[in-house]
């Protein structure tokens, strides 16, 4: 998949995943974290604030249209606020292609999120291949890859294996 090609494993970081989004894309992440609870939302007016060396309360009043319009365009995400606007993607709008990766794995979990009781563990190529196989079966191309590309970005202990499945030369 062309978003993936120019990765590693040791490249796969969400703040360059989040680079290599298209904008359609990153405009989709930015309205979901404006939408999502009140510390990625602060994160995300944080970043804006801080890269046009505005005053918070001054973003506030922005129209979330406008802060959707600064955090793709203006604001390079840390590793931290890069990670909240792909989780907030992939919660907010992708929770079906989470839902059905987590059953095929037989992991508990509440609309897509994995509950707190579960300990996750390292996932091996064998156990994923499957489940992988299913999500490409299901649902988009490209919402699937980039679900397991943040996976990977996000915990590479737990999902590193997904690599061998994902990156190309891996």
Do not use: C
């Amino acid at each position: 998949m062309p978003l993936l090609d120019s990765f590693s494993q040791d490249t796969l970081t969400p703040t360059r995943l989040w680079i290599a989004l298209d904008l359609p894309t990153r405009e989709l992440a930015a309205k979901a974290a404006m939408d999502s609870d009140p510390e990625t939302r602060a994160q995300a007016i944080h970043a804006i604030s801080s890269t046009l060396n505005f005053r918070r309360a001054g973003i506030l009043k922005l129209p979330t249209d406008k802060q959707v319009y600064y955090l793709t365009s203006r604001v390079r995400p840390d590793h931290e606020l890069a990670s909240s606007l792909l989780l907030a993607l992939h919660l907010k709008y992708r929770q079906n292609l989470l839902g059905s990766f987590l059953d095929q794995l037989r992991i508990p979990h509440d609309n897509g999120l994995v509950t707190t009781e579960y300990k996750l563990q390292p996932m091996d190529t064998s156990t994923l291949k499957p489940a992988v196989q299913s999500l490409r079966e299901q649902f988009d191309e490209i919402e699937v890859e980039l679900y397991l590309a943040t996976l990977v970005a996000l915990d590479p202990d737990t999902w590193g294996a997904l690599t061998h499945i994902i990156l190309p030369g891996s």
